[in-house]
């Protein structure tokens, strides 16, 4: 299975909206997780099943979507979220994988 | 508190062997897989395979499959990546990292430190 994620970047500003595109090549169901991953660390596990949210993550982020098209939104980008994101399908394997990754850095 | 701890970084040069390894503390290490992930420089995230410390059961990814090697010790809670001949192109930062719950097709929730192999002539 692949990922594709949209965009492969993108620039904003403090407070904007902000919605990353996940997209599945075939149908993973529900089995999508998000990961946010800052410069030389490792990542973090925001979202599992598409739209369950970790304990401890901020209630901006939110994740919706099923068969082939998910997203992530931060519905208020706060300085801590600039990093890069990645989706990762583990409906089919070996292997479970890894999207792309989406930067987000500062406008 | 649940911890994986990932050994220093390394230096090799091609052709050598290697073994890295990823001490878990705060759980019952038989209890749940560990995954090991890749990270090339400046690249993205991939998934390299599972390992289960109960049996030592092993799943890897096509694109690393007879290149490495998974394994544990359960009497040190440690799990392991080894390569018998490294190449330059397996110069990276590798993850390991746990599933939040005891199946192998959960998201990882803890995550190593990581450890960088470098393989240079």
């Known amino acids: 299975i692949q990922l594709t994620q949209s965009p492969s970047s993108l620039s904003a500003s403090l407070g904007d909206r902000v919605t990353i595109t996940c997209r599945a090549s075939?149908?993973?169901?529900?089995?999508l997780a998000w990961y946010q991953q800052k410069p030389g660390k490792a990542p973090k596990l925001l979202i599992s099943g598409a739209s369950r949210l970790e304990s401890g993550v901020p209630s901006r982020f939110s994740g919706s979507g099923s068969g082939t098209d998910f997203t992530l939104t931060i519905s208020s980008l706060q300085p801590e979220d600039f990093a890069t994101y990645y989706c990762q399908q583990l409906n089919t394997y070996p292997p479970f994988t890894f999207g792309p990754g989406t930067k987000v850095d500062i406008k | 508190e649940v911890q994986l701890v990932q050994s220093e970084s390394e230096v090799r040069k091609p052709g050598e062997s290697l073994t890295i390894s990823c001490k878990s503390s705060?759980?019952?290490?038989?209890?749940?897989?560990i995954g090991w992930v890749r990270q090339m420089p400046g690249e993205g995230l991939e998934w390299m395979g599972l390992v289960h410390p109960s049996d030592s059961e092993t799943t890897y990814s096509p694109s690393f499959r007879g290149l490495v090697t998974f394994s544990t010790d359960k009497s040190t809670n440690t799990a392991f990546l080894h390569w018998n001949s490294l190449r330059a192109s397996d110069s990276a930062i590798y993850y390991c990292?746990?599933?939040?719950?005891?199946?192998?097709?959960?998201?990882?929730?803890?995550w190593g430190r990581g450890t960088l192999v470098t393989v240079s002539s």
């Open positions: 075939q149908d993973i169901r529900i089995y």
């Open positions: 705060g759980y019952t290490f038989a209890n749940y897989w």
């Open positions: 990292a746990r599933p939040y719950s005891s199946g192998w097709s959960d998201p990882f929730d803890i």
